[in-house]
């Protein structure tokens, strides 16, 4: 079984969910642990008001006593304009069964039959909890692999039921975090404008076929928006002018889709990407 890469509490990372996994009769306790950096991408921007550069604060504020705290709110749906009915946190956990609450795969898929529409860009890494799950943690993930197949199911988080899947990744199990059908919007169909026997329809699959690649390295982009921004962060601390980024050198000009087709497959390999730095740290501003 291969090195398991999702962080644990031992890193320093803390779980965002623990339950159970149900698969068939079997469940075992696990955890899951983001699987995204984002701390360490993005650039975070305070709110600032202009004329005394102060940070904009942001309160919870009852009309009538003020300020408010945590514990003091409750959530309440509207039934009419001002009316709502209220609801304590356990009222609506005691709807689910226990079994509910945990990570129960109901079917499993084809990788082929996912389509990418249905990920909302959460990312998980579903790790045992203990020594007692590895067992069957690595049972259920090593007949996934054999098998190329990946889990759908149910899980409860941040209070609300989601759709997940679940697929084996580099020796873990890691979870993706799925909309529902009712919350993607149905593009409204047309009808294709050129013919499958067309010259520029011959032209743009022959550099489809030319520019495709099986080895391609997603390492090979960086975030060199970032880098500028962190270089104009670091140039206006040290009180610096702000320098505009350099033109490029060739001006686009303006073709039409044949000369466009007939230059992109003259070209004799793929498009040139930018020359970029490894990313590196800095602090918020």
Not at 106 to 135: C, H, N, Q
Request: proline share 5%; hydrophobic share 35%; aromatic share 8%.
């Amino acid at each position: 079984m291969a090195k398991r890469q999702g962080k644990s509490k031992a890193t320093g990372q803390r779980a965002s969910w623990k339950g159970q996994l149900s698969f068939g009769l079997v469940s075992f306790p696990v955890e899951a642990f983001n699987a995204l950096n984002r701390q360490d991408s993005d650039i975070h921007f305070h709110q600032l008001h202009a004329k005394c550069h102060r940070r904009i604060q942001y309160e919870k504020v009852c009309p009538v006593h003020g300020p408010v705290k945590g514990d003091e709110i409750v959530k309440g749906y509207e039934v009419s304009r001002g009316k709502y009915v209220e609801f304590d946190p356990e009222e609506l956990s005691a709807l689910r069964t226990e079994r509910e609450k945990g990570l129960q795969v109901d079917a499993f898929l084809s990788p082929e039959t996912i389509d990418p529409l249905y990920f909302d860009g959460r990312m998980y890494y579903v790790l045992p909890a203990g020594k007692s799950s590895e067992k069957a943690y690595d049972v259920v993930l090593k007949a996934m692999e054999l098998e190329e197949q990946y889990g759908v199911g149910r899980i409860v988080m941040s209070g609300k039921d989601q759709i997940v899947l679940l697929r084996p990744m580099r020796g873990v199990l890691q979870m993706a975090m799925l909309n529902y059908s009712a919350e993607i919007l149905d593009p409204k169909s047309r009808k294709a404008s050129v013919s499958n026997g067309s010259k520029e329809l011959k032209m743009a699959r022959s550099i489809v076929r030319q520019w495709a690649d099986p080895d391609f390295d997603f390492n090979q982009y960086q975030d060199t928006y970032r880098e500028r921004v962190e270089d104009l962060i670091e140039s206006k601390m040290k009180g610096h002018d702000v320098e505009e980024p350099i033109a490029d050198e060739d001006e686009p000009v303006t073709l039409n889709l044949m000369e466009a087709l007939q230059k992109s497959l003259a070209q004799t390999g793929k498009p040139k990407q930018t020359p970029t730095r490894k990313t590196r740290k800095t602090r918020s501003a």
